[in-house]
């Protein structure tokens, strides 16, 4: 069985054609097994890869699952962006009015089906823009010495009472930190992370922020897969859950530019807007920088 798949690049930084977070998509992946989807994402070895497992051009619609090296995900916000982009594609191929080569018969929006539920993404000028779920809240049982033991940081450093359990699709521990310097100095113990925040979403995801401006914001996100800890380079979903986060804060009717994977080398930009009715929507850039076919064997 051959295989084609598709590398994009997600919420990058123009310019620069190697930022943002690298996403493989399969996108005739309807004859794979779940065992099989994991296998190639194993292989792959990207923080996401994702398989569209049906497609309905009428509908403007497919079904997806995302899948880590070490586990499937509910949903995760640049495999949606970059998937929207690809799906549009073959939307638009499978049009009648499309022709070789021309953009005309590609949709400006599409949804995709995923364990998480349905999620709309519509295109934005040069970006893919998806709206989140409603977010639901935990309160985590982890103290403030704790987490900040935990995240290897003074006490200080933690903002008190700003920690929540998020989900709009997947849950994460969302933590506001004091200071840009604070997010740069973070340096998780996975043991301690296990510990503390065991219980959070298909494994322990910790998501932590902080302000540099009045409509700018520097964080990273730590997720805990096995042994190992990794860092992600652009997170939609947390960065969907940290406007979860901001609604029960009472905000409403903003834009926020969120900068991310400077510290693992892959500089990321996204943009979070929550509307005047509390919506949350996450965009960014998405280009294809490559195409291939893997061979099953």
């Known amino acids: ?157 933690v903002a008190a009472g700003g920690t929540r359990l998020v989900n709009v699709g997947i849950e994460q521990a969302i933590v506001r930190l004091e200071s840009a310097d604070a997010v740069r100095a973070c340096s998780p113990d996975i043991a301690l992370l296990y510990q503390h925040l065991g219980d959070v979403g298909p494994a322990p995801h910790v998501y932590v922020w902080a302000y540099t401006g009045e409509a700018s914001i520097e964080a990273r996100l730590f997720a805990a897969g096995g042994g190992s800890l990794d860092e992600d380079p652009a997170t939609g979903s947390a960065c969907s859950n940290l406007g979860g986060w901001l609604i029960a804060e009472g905000a409403r009717g903003i834009r926020l530019e969120v900068s991310q994977g400077a510290a693992v080398g892959r500089p990321s930009r996204l943009v979070l807007t929550i509307d005047d009715d509390g919506g949350i929507h996450v965009s960014g850039r998405v280009v294809e920088v490559g195409a291939g076919t893997m061979h099953v064997p």
């Not at 594609?89 to 349905?118: F, Q, T, W, Y």
Request: net charge negative.
């Open 1 to 157: 069985m051959d295989l084609p798949f598709r590398l994009l690049n997600v919420f990058g930084v123009e310019g620069d054609p190697f930022s943002g977070n690298p996403l493989a998509v399969f996108p005739d992946a309807a004859e794979l097994s779940g065992a099989q989807m994991q296998s190639w994402a194993r292989q792959l070895n990207l923080s996401e890869t994702t398989f569209v497992t049906a497609v309905d051009a009428q509908n403007r619609s497919a079904d997806v699952r995302i899948f880590t090296p070490s586990y499937e995900m509910p949903f995760a916000g640049h495999p949606t962006l970059g998937t929207a982009h690809v799906v549009a594609g073959l939307i638009g191929k499978l049009g009648d009015s499309a022709e070789p080569g021309s953009n005309a018969a590609l949709p400006d929006a599409v949804s995709l089906s995923m364990p998480a539920g349905r999620i709309p993404v519509c295109r934005v000028g040069q970006t893919w823009r998806l709206s989140a779920g409603t977010p639901s809240f935990r309160t985590p049982a982890v103290t403030r010495d704790d987490l900040a033991h935990t995240l290897g940081l003074p006490v200080e450093a």
